[in-house]
Nanobody
Framework: QVQLAESGGGLVQSGGSLRLSCTGS????????MGWFRQAPGKEREFVAA????????YYKDSLKSRFTISRDNAKSTVYLQMNSLNSEDTAVYFC??????????????????WGKGTLVTVSS
């Protein structure tokens, strides 16, 4: 069982930046692919970014790759999402995800094994 806890959400002005963190309570953190999803009010949960356990492979939603960066520190069992040039369309609850298979995270929310409770990001215009 993997427990995930996100932090770093909050209110930010349009054009600003935030860094989200997600810490996993599992000893073999590096054996899990990690990812971020988001869900805006009234919309479905969507893929944002994913990263392999130890090889450094990353994937992004195409429209976000120029502004968002996923990274991880396996020694700290933590994955990060750096978000720059934020705008109102980025307002959403951001969820951390973990799965042993990177493909499951890339494939969308339905196949992911573990989820955090989410952290709210609000971008004011």
């Amino acid at each position: 069982q993997v427990q995930l806890a996100e932090s770093g959400g909050g209110l930010v002005q349009s054009g600003g930046s935030l860094r989200l963190s997600c810490t996993g309570s599992v000893r073999t953190f590096s054996s899990y692919a990690m990812g971020w999803f988001r869900q805006a009010p009234g919309k479905e949960r969507e893929f944002v970014a994913a990263m392999s356990g130890s090889s450094g492979i990353t994937y992004y939603k195409d429209s976000l790759k120029s502004r968002f960066t996923i990274s991880r520190d396996n020694a700290k069992s933590t994955v990060y999402l750096q978000m720059n040039s934020l705008n109102s369309e980025d307002t959403a609850v951001y969820f951390c995800a973990a799965d042993r298979e990177l493909s499951q995270i890339r494939g969308g929310p339905n196949g992911v094994d573990y989820w955090g409770k989410g952290t709210l990001v609000t971008v004011s215009s």
